[in-house]
């Protein structure tokens, strides 16, 4: 059974950095794509940045030049280091794993992140 759990969630002030991680357990291989969601209140879960198995990512226009994405292959494990956080960061922070193309996603429990001063 694929399990995902992301960590690394926590409260910081405007400008500064935070690092999330996402394991994913119970995958047999390298997983095809990690991405990383987020979710404030009252609004749509959206993306924030993703990463394929072969190393190619994607990341938001929101994140971009703020956000990256990597990954350790070995222990299937993503990271999405975010700086430079504004206010509007603030939002409960979800991975999505999807072992292998044309299979569903599994997602994990979430980390809240809060930027506030």
């Known amino acids: 059974q694929v399990q995902v759990v992301e960590s690394g969630g926590g409260l910081v002030q405007p400008g500064g950095s935070l690092r999330l991680s996402c394991a994913a357990s119970g995958v047999t291989f390298r997983v095809y794509r990690m991405g990383w969601y987020r979710q404030a209140p009252d609004k749509q879960r959206e993306l924030v940045a993703s990463?394929?198995?072969?190393?190619?990512?994607n990341i938001a226009e929101d994140g971009k030049g703020r956000f990256t994405i990597s990954r350790d292959n070995a222990k299937n494990t993503a990271f999405l280091q975010m700086n430079s956080l504004k206010a509007e960061d603030t939002a409960v922070y979800y991975c999505?794993?999807?072992?292998?193309?044309?299979?569903?996603?599994?997602w994990g429990q979430g980390t809240q992140v809060t930027v506030s001063s």
């Open positions: 999505n794993v999807v072992p292998v193309l044309g299979s569903r996603g599994y």
């Open positions: 990463i394929l198995s072969t190393g190619n990512t």
